[in-house]
């Protein structure tokens, strides 16, 4: 049992370690290791610019609701498809968030 706890806590370790010459910006785990990536830019451009920090509250009694995720939406924080045309143009797959409430 003890080899088994160490071989654990071995693997853990290793699984969390900076291996020399791989791509660091894929094994991130803290904001505050957090460095841009090469073409990386800001996200939101246009949605409460002034704010130090863009976030929502909404409660969900019923039905669903549908959030931007793409930082584009005219509706922000709804999402109103614009999502769609920014895919087409730069072949990337985001999609809004779809909250529903469990019905009983």
């Not at 904001?31 to 409460?48: C, Q, R, S, T």
Request: aromatic fraction near 8%.
């Amino acid at each position: 049992m003890k080899f088994f706890a160490a071989f654990l806590l071995a693997s853990q370790a290793a699984a969390f370690s900076v291996v020399p010459g791989r791509n660091t910006a894929d094994t991130r785990l803290f904001a505050g290791d957090y460095e841009p990536m090469e073409g990386e830019g800001k996200i939101n451009l246009k949605v409460d610019l002034d704010s130090p920090k863009v976030a929502t509250m909404e409660e969900v009694e019923k039905g669903k609701k549908v959030y931007c995720r793409c930082w584009l939406s005219g509706t922000f924080p709804m999402c109103d498809g614009t999502h769609q045309k920014h895919n087409e143009a730069t072949g990337d797959n985001v999609g809004p968030l779809i909250v529903t409430v469990k019905k009983d």
